[in-house]
Structure formats: structure tokens, C-alpha cells
């Protein structure tokens, strides 16, 4: 690579940022690994990372009253996003869901069993095919969870009132999915 009039230096220099911007571009490609899980953070959640930047900072905001870590929330919002999406439904239900199941608490245990975030009883690990999958990890959870309500969204045709109360088990009580639905218009809808 021969670019005539510069010095040498400069010529590796240009070189070398060149490689560097290179190997940025496919590590951005690429999603990346972390102790969460092994769901890899995928930042093609957002359209673009304005998109990306604005609803981190609201719902970080709406959650800063429940989970006082900045880093920990940013981080649980962008995995409730890219869990909710992959399964095609809206990250504010699944942060509704998530608010009334467990208050947040990744380590949250019901008195029927229940497991995590999302309360997913342990006997989804086994019909979802993971049978040791480790409810407490964060990503895990998430995926099951999320995975649990699509396919009750699928079984009553995408009624979801009807399908929340499938979720929580309370089939036909009108209590659970009322009480999501209060909590996604007190603090995860758009005002």
C-alpha cells in the first residue's frame, strides 16, 4: 500500500487504523458474549443506536425507581429487549410482566415454585428441551419466559388478557392480567 508523498510513518500509521477500524467492524458484527448467559447481546434490537440510546434511557429512567444499578439495568433492559423482539412481543409488556412476577428480582422464588424474573416453573426447562437450564440466570429466564407467554399468546390467538392469565396460571381470573395491565399504563406506556 503505497500512497505517494506521505512518509513512511504516516503510510503505517494509515495503515494501521485502517486494520483497526476493520476488526471494529466485525467485532460489531458480531454480537458479543458475556457471564449473563449465553444469549449474546445483540444491538440489532434498535433500528439504529440513537433509536438504541433513547429507549435505554427512558425505561432506565422508569426502572431506576426499582433497580438502583445504572450498569445492571441497562444491561437487563437491552436482554428484555432483544428476548421480547425475538419473540415478537413489546419489551414495555414484558417489563410489565417482569414488575409484577418478581418486582425485578432475578432471584425472586415464589411459594408455588416459580422460578427468576419471570417466574418460570422449573418444569418448562424440561418441556422446552434444556432440562438443566439454570432459571436464575438472567438471559435464560428471559428467553423461557418470553417463550412462555408467545406460546400462550399463539394458543388463545393473540388475546392477551386471556393469555396472561395462562402465564401467571389463574386462568379466566381477570386479577393477574388486570394488575399488568396496571402497571404497563402507570409506568411502561408512552406518556
Same mark, same amino acid.
Given at each position: 500500500?503505497?500512497?505517494?508523498?506521505?512518509?513512511?510513518?504516516?503510510?503505517?500509521?494509515?495503515?494501521?487504523?485502517?486494520? =483497526?477500524?476493520?476488526?471494529?467492524?466485525?467485532?460489531?458484527?458480531?454480537?458479543?458474549?458475556?457471564? =449473563?448467559?449465553?444469549?449474546?447481546?445483540?444491538?440489532?434490537?434498535?433500528?439504529?443506536?440513537?433509536?438504541?440510546?433513547?429507549?435505554?434511557?427512558?425505561?432506565? *429512567? /422508569? #426502572?431506576?425507581?426499582?433497580? $438502583?444499578?445504572?450498569?445492571?439495568?441497562?444491561?437487563?433492559?437491552?436482554?428484555?429487549?432483544?428476548?421480547?423482539? /425475538?419473540?415478537?412481543?413489546? $419489551? /414495555?409488556?414484558?417489563?410489565?410482566?417482569?414488575?409484577?412476577?418478581?418486582?425485578?428480582? $432475578?432471584?425472586?422464588?415464589?411459594?408455588?415454585?416459580? #422460578?427468576?424474573?419471570? *417466574?418460570?416453573?422449573?418444569?418448562?426447562?424440561?418441556?422446552?428441551?434444556?432440562?438443566?437450564?439454570?432459571?436464575?440466570?438472567?438471559?435464560?429466564?428471559? %428467553?423461557?419466559?418470553?417463550?412462555?407467554? %408467545?406460546?400462550?399468546?399463539?394458543?388463545?390467538?393473540?388475546?392477551?388478557?386471556?393469555?396472561?392469565?395462562?402465564?401467571?396460571?389463574?386462568?379466566?381470573?381477570?386479577?393477574?392480567?388486570?394488575?399488568?395491565?396496571?402497571?404497563?399504563?402507570?409506568? =411502561?406506556?408512552?406518556?
Amino acid at each position: 500500500m503505497s500512497v505517494p508523498g506521505l512518509p513512511s510513518a504516516w503510510r503505517l500509521r494509515t495503515l494501521g487504523l485502517a486494520l =483497526w477500524a476493520l476488526a471494529q467492524a466485525s467485532s460489531a458484527a458480531a454480537p458479543t458474549a458475556t457471564p =449473563w448467559g449465553h444469549i449474546p447481546i445483540h444491538r440489532d434490537a434498535f433500528p439504529n443506536r440513537f433509536a438504541a440510546e433513547v429507549w435505554l434511557a427512558d425505561m432506565s *429512567q /422508569r #426502572l431506576s425507581v426499582l433497580v $438502583p444499578g445504572r450498569r445492571f439495568r441497562l444491561r437487563l433492559l437491552e436482554d428484555v429487549r432483544y428476548a421480547a423482539l /425475538r419473540e415478537g412481543l413489546r $419489551p /414495555r409488556v414484558v417489563l410489565a410482566v417482569i414488575e409484577v412476577e418478581s418486582a425485578f428480582n $432475578p432471584y425472586a422464588i415464589s411459594p408455588r415454585g416459580a #422460578l427468576g424474573l419471570m *417466574q418460570v416453573m422449573p418444569f418448562w426447562t424440561k418441556r422446552l428441551g434444556e432440562p438443566t437450564a439454570n432459571l436464575f440466570r438472567i438471559r435464560t429466564n428471559l %428467553r423461557m419466559g418470553c417463550h412462555i407467554l %408467545r406460546h400462550y399468546l399463539n394458543r388463545h390467538r393473540g388475546d392477551l388478557f386471556t393469555a396472561l392469565a395462562a402465564y401467571n396460571g389463574s386462568n379466566g381470573l381477570p386479577y393477574y392480567p388486570d394488575r399488568v395491565y396496571r402497571v404497563f399504563h402507570a409506568r =411502561w406506556f408512552h406518556q
